[in-house]
């Protein structure tokens, strides 16, 4: 069965640094997410992304965070300068069309930010 | 006010049992989508069934189906036959339209589900 593909598994960061978190959503879907769970706690929306473009987003999702879809295959989410409260697990999420109420979740990204 | 409230942090089934996971939520928009996510110790998310508000009928897969009361505004999840690979983290999860940004989509806090043998 395919699925979604989430690399690293572990990401360790300075605060202030930048880092890419990518995805490779199922090949043929068309709408990607973006979530983040905090240790322990519930699993938080990001962003929506369809067409080449962001068609939602969160309040949590501001200027320090950016998606991109930089070639065909690839979904990554950047975070510009990352802090302590980024420190994470972060789900990249795919769904298709006529599907879209069934997202398929990638492993997840631990990100640790020191 | 929570958007979604699960109300049982954990539950405990013997296997073979039916078991029910309580889920209410609150939003003012006629049409939105209602989700359950199960979420095993190995951390991944995995998608179990979905209820959207104008669904007349309860939606079922499997051995997962959703006891949807609109007018009380929950959709509970209930898992026939439990197995011990239903152990997990159940997540609820609602989409709802914002006029200025589009589909939100929240989670609520889970349930642990622990299936005793």
């Known amino acids: 069965e395919p699925e979604v593909t989430q690399t690293p598994s572990h990401q360790v960061t300075q605060m202030g640094q930048e880092v890419i978190l990518r995805c490779v959503p199922i090949?043929?879907?068309?709408?990607f997410y973006w979530y983040r769970q905090i240790l322990g706690q519930k699993v938080e929306f990001l962003v929506s992304?369809?067409?080449?473009?962001?068609?939602?987003k969160s309040e949590i999702f501001d200027d320090q965070f950016s998606v991109e879809r930089p070639d065909g295959s690839n979904f990554t989410l950047k975070i510009r300068s990352t802090k302590l409260e980024d420190s994470a697990m972060y789900f990249c999420?795919?769904?298709?069309?006529?599907?879209?109420?069934?997202?398929?979740f990638g492993p997840g990204t631990r990100l640790t930010v020191t | 006010a929570q958007k979604i409230t699960q109300t049982q942090p954990g539950m405990f089934v013997q296997e073979k049992e039916a078991v029910t996971l309580d889920c209410t939520y609150d939003?003012?928009?006629?049409?939105?989508?209602l989700f359950w996510y199960k979420q095993p110790s190995s951390g991944e998310m995995i998608f179990l069934i979905y209820?959207?508000?104008?669904?007349?009928q309860n939606a079922t897969e499997g051995r997962y189906s959703l006891n949807f009361q609109k007018a009380r505004k929950s959709t509970n999840l209930v898992i026939s036959a439990s197995q011990l690979g239903d152990s997990a983290m159940y997540f609820c999860?609602?989409?709802?339209?914002?006029?200025?940004?589009?589909?939100?989509?929240?989670f609520g806090t889970g349930t642990s589900l622990t299936v005793i043998p």
């Open positions: 999420a795919s769904s298709g069309l006529g599907q879209q109420e069934k997202q398929y």
């Open positions: 090949s043929n879907h068309l709408y």
């Open positions: 992304f369809y067409n080449n473009e962001i068609s939602e």
């Open positions: 939003t003012s928009d006629q049409s939105y989508g």
């Open positions: 209820q959207g508000s104008y669904d007349e």
């Open positions: 999860a609602m989409r709802e339209a914002r006029s200025n940004t589009g589909n939100q989509f929240y």
